[in-house]
């Protein structure tokens, strides 16, 4: 959960904590009308208001099978309601002006929260995104393309593989133990002893794609961060113990992880994805699955 994600809902319970005591203090003491209000809109829009909205940036999307639009707005939308939230308090029969001000600055801090959880739900998933501009580019290729994948798409990759001494793809059906293994190009260029950026070139020219650019996060192993958790748990049980370390045990009660990639994961767990897909991969290398026999 990011930082302001829970910096809500700790201001959420302090909200309510104030309101208590003022609905104490009107239960014993004068209730002026400056009272009631601040009584009335702490437990309305600090206690209720702050908690969806602390929960509700961190649930609503993840549910959809998203990641949030526009994280930076967070910070922008706490600080606002916050602010806005005391100043209305504060001023109220006391600076018209001010209060006013503050009434208005509340209403657009809404906004942001109706726009960037909206915008999250309704928009298309980023991966969808890129297959469109794969099928009419050609796809992108790198050391963690899944060897699988590649030739599903592309069967004329398999005679080219097979032509630089990767005799083992001959045989169809040892495409389905490669799959299983998610053996990527970078996996079978170290088996094979093959110049990994001379073969990337090749096929990326042969499927009319291009390679992809060199990035800071790689995939050293069968997991990559478009991997979905669900499926890494079920074909390599040992990482398990990671995401529980990384995530809390909370994160297994969620339905999010049947869709969820790592990289929308690592996110909204504030999480360091190269960290991660580092200890995720070193376990399932540990578990055998990265160099398949044969291949």
Same mark, same amino acid.
């Given at each position: ?41 702490? &437990? ?5 208001? +702050?908690? =969806? ?5 961190? =649930? ?23 602010? *806005? ?7 109220? *029969? ?8 503050? %009434? ?5 801090? $809404? ?15 980023? !991966?969808?995104? !890129? ?5 009419? !580019?050609?796809?992108?290729?790198? *050391?963690? $393309? ?37 053996? $990527? ?9 093959? /110049? ?6 090749? =096929? ?10 060199? *990035? %800071? ?9 478009? %991997?979905?958790?669900?499926?890494? =748990? ?8 990671? @995401? ?14 049947? @869709?969820?990639?790592?990289? !929308?994961?690592?996110? +909204?767990? &504030?999480? /360091? ?21 044969? +291949?």
């Amino acid at each position: 959960m990011d930082r302001y994600m829970k910096a809500f809902v700790f201001m959420s319970m302090l909200y309510l904590l104030v309101g208590a005591f003022l609905g104490i203090h009107l239960a014993w003491g004068v209730a002026t009308l400056q009272v009631r209000f601040a009584h009335v809109h702490l &437990n309305l829009m600090g206690f209720m208001a +702050m908690m =969806i909205f602390g929960v509700g940036y961190f =649930i609503l999307p993840r549910f959809s099978g998203r990641a949030l639009r526009w994280p930076g707005l967070v910070a922008v939308h706490f600080w606002s309601s916050n602010l *806005s939230l005391v100043g209305m308090v504060l001023f109220y *029969s006391v600076w018209p002006s001010g209060w006013l001000a503050c %009434s208005v600055i509340q209403g657009l801090s $809404t906004v942001l929260f109706f726009g960037n959880v909206g915008f999250s739900m309704l928009s298309s998933p980023k !991966q969808e995104a !890129q297959e469109r501009q794969e099928q009419v !580019q050609g796809p992108l290729v790198s *050391s963690g $393309t899944k060897v699988a994948e590649l030739l599903e798409g592309w069967p004329q990759v398999r005679e080219m593989l097979v032509a630089r001494g990767v005799q083992a793809l001959s045989d169809p059906q040892h495409l389905e133990h490669v799959k299983k293994l998610g053996v $990527t190009l970078g996996m079978l260029a170290r088996r094979h002893a093959l /110049e990994e950026r001379e073969l990337l070139r090749d =096929i990326a020219s042969a499927v009319g794609g291009r390679v992809e650019p060199t *990035s %800071s996060v790689s995939s050293e192993g069968p997991i990559g961060k478009e %991997s979905v958790i669900g499926d890494v =748990i079920r074909d390599y049980p040992g990482t398990e113990e990671i @995401f529980r370390r990384f995530y809390g045990e909370g994160c297994f009660s969620c339905p999010g992880q049947a @869709f969820e990639t790592i990289a !929308q994961s690592a996110m +909204m767990h &504030n999480v /360091e994805l190269e960290k991660i897909l580092s200890e995720l991969n070193q376990a399932a290398l540990k578990l055998g699955g990265a160099q398949p026999r044969g +291949m």
